[in-house]
């Protein structure tokens, strides 16, 4: 198993940037993907960005070039770089791996950005 610890959030203001990061423990021999989800109030946890452990990526279309998702594997850590924030960029920001096939979660970290 895997635990996954996420820092990184706050307050920012709109068009500020933030950068997330997610370190995860345990048996991380078994990890392939790994990535961010969100989750805003009242709306479901979404994807945001994901990469392999080869350094592809996949990104939600709501995120249009404003965000960059990077690795590193020795150090067990995925980052989220966000530039550009909006107001409706606020959420509570999960850190996801995929172990073995199966997801892993972390608590998440909260990021608001204000108008």
């Known amino acids: 198993q895997v635990q996954l610890v996420e820092s990184g959030g706050g307050l920012v203001q709109a068009e500020g940037s933030l950068r997330l990061s997610c370190t995860a423990s345990?048996?991380?021999?078994?990890?392939?993907?790994m990535g961010w989800y969100r989750q805003a109030p009242g709306k479901q946890r979404e994807l945001v960005a994901i990469?392999?452990?080869?350094?592809?990526?996949k990104y939600a279309d709501f995120v249009n070039g404003r965000f960059t998702v990077s690795r590193d594997n020795v150090q067990n850590t995925v980052y989220l770089q966000m530039k550009s924030l909006k107001f409706e960029d606020t959420a509570v920001y999960y850190c996801?791996?995929?172990?073995?096939?199966?997801?892993?979660w972390g608590l998440g970290t909260l990021v608001t950005v204000s108008s």
């Open positions: 996801y791996a995929d172990w073995f096939g199966r997801d892993y």
């Open positions: 345990g048996s991380t021999t078994g990890i392939n993907a």
């Open positions: 990469i392999s452990s080869g350094g592809g990526t």
